[in-house]
């Protein structure tokens, strides 16, 4: 199965995609997959989750979106408390405040994020009902493809300098 969106693989299949400055959440988010209440235990979300690459929406008692649960928080829930966390409810795992993306914010903003917290897959909400995941691979993947410049512009820096100045230090200098 793969993981890249249907709207993003017609993007870079035909070359005719957005420009770069302007992709949006909308581009590269997934559909939801599966979902569980705060109500289930972690090992019912573990069967879920284990062996897949994508989270399960987390949803409260209200049937609305609170969350993402990941392999990862499982993981770390699992080492913290090894001989209980299977019994755990996934209510443990809500974090506040909890941070959602709308469709149409930009993917510059999501690198933003990233650079300001922690990389994961994040819950795109849209009117409060729950549309997509947006997988930090499937952002990378968009980097990846992105023309050095756009990161000139957004300031975003690799080794302690932009491109443009690796660059300038290439033609002088002994880059180390």
């Known amino acids: 199965m793969s993981r890249q969106p249907a709207p993003y693989a017609a993007l870079a299949s035909t070359g005719r995609g957005r ?6 959440v909308r581009d590269l988010m997934l559909p939801i997959e599966r979902a569980i209440t705060v109500t ?3 090992e019912d ?3 879920l989750v284990i062996g897949t690459e994508a989270p399960v929406l987390l949803l409260d008692l209200s049937h609305q979106p609170v969350g993402l649960i990941t392999e990862s928080a499982l993981a770390a ?3 913290q408390e090894p001989e209980r966390w299977k019994r755990r409810r996934c209510a443990c795992l809500v974090q506040s ?3 959602f993306l709308t469709p149409e914010e930009s993917i510059e903003s999501v690198l933003g994020r990233y650079r300001d917290g922690d990389v ?3 819950l ?3 009117e409060g009902q729950a549309v997509g995941i947006l997988h930090q691979d499937d952002v990378f993947t968009w980097c990846l493809e992105q023309p050095v410049s756009i990161f000139d512009a957004l300031g975003i820096v690799s080794g302690g300098s932009s491109a443009s100045e690796r660059s300038s230090s290439a033609h002088g200098k002994e880059v180390v």
């Not at 420009?19 to 949006?24: K, P, Q, S």
Request: hydrophobic fraction near 55%.
């Open 45 to 47: 979300a573990a069967g």
């Open 40 to 42: 289930h235990s972690l």
């Open 97 to 99: 405040p909890a941070e």
């Open 120 to 122: 994961k897959p994040l």
């Open 124 to 126: 795109v909400l849209e």
């Open 19 to 24: 420009r770069a400055a302007t992709a949006t």
């Open 77 to 79: 829930m699992a080492a």
